[in-house]
Each structure stands twice: as C-alpha cells, then as structure tokens.
Nanobody, 121 residues
Framework: QVQLVESGGGLVQAGGSLRLSCAAS????????MNWYRQTPGKQRDLVAG???????TYADFVKGRFTISRDNGKNTVYLQMNSLKPEDTAVYHC???????????????WGQGTQVTVSS
C-alpha cells in the first residue's frame, strides 16, 4: 500500500525558513509529478509548487522567488524549501503524487496527511 508522509513543518518567525519533505513508500512502480498544496480552514486547497520526473518545475505566483521545489527520484521524495516566510504562508501543507503502483494499469493521485506550517509576525 502506498503512503506519502510529510515532515518538516513547525512554527517560525516571519522572514525565516523551513524545509518540508515528503517521502512516498510502498509498492511504487513509477512516479510522474509530485506537488505541494496548502490549505487554510474554510478555504480550498491551493497548488504551491510542482515538479515532474524530469525536474521541470511550476510555482504559484504567491511563492515565486521564495520557495524552491526539488525531488530525489532514488528516494521517491520531494522537498519544499521555503524562505522569506510570511504570516500568510500559514497553512497545512500537503504532498501529492501522481504515481503508478506495481501491477496497476494506470496512474493515480495520492495524498499525504499534511504538515502544519505556522509563521508568526
């Protein structure tokens, strides 16, 4: 069974940095895109950044120049380096992966449980 487990969240002051990690484990045949989303109470889940298997990246406008997404394909892990954090970055950050399990015919999306990031002013 495939699992995505995030880590690295916490409390940080405005202007500080955090590095999130998300490791995918289980019977994984292949991973296509890995993404980070974030969600605050009562709001929709927003895409923060994404990276495909070739390393091409995409970012939401609100994090461009501050956040960097990367991945280690050998470890099935995606990272999010967050610098110059602002109070409005406070949210639960979720990892998402488009992957195919061994023996499966198709790719599907899997989600992690999320990690809380709180930025104080």
């Amino acid at each position: 069974q495939v699992q995505l487990v995030e880590s690295g969240g916490g409390l940080v002051q405005a202007g500080g940095s955090l590095r999130l990690s998300c490791a995918a484990s289980g019977s994984i045949f292949s991973i296509n895109t890995m993404n980070w989303y974030r969600q605050t109470p009562g709001k929709q889940r927003d895409l923060v950044a994404g990276i495909n298997s070739r390393g091409s990246t995409t970012y939401a406008d609100f994090v461009k120049g501050r956040f960097t997404i990367s991945r280690d394909n050998g470890k099935n892990t995606v990272y999010l380096q967050m610098n110059s954090l602002k109070p409005e970055d406070t949210a639960v950050y979720h990892c998402n992966a488009d992957l195919k399990e061994e023996g499966s015919l198709a790719y599907d999306y899997y989600w992690g449980q999320g990690t809380q990031v709180t930025v104080s002013s």
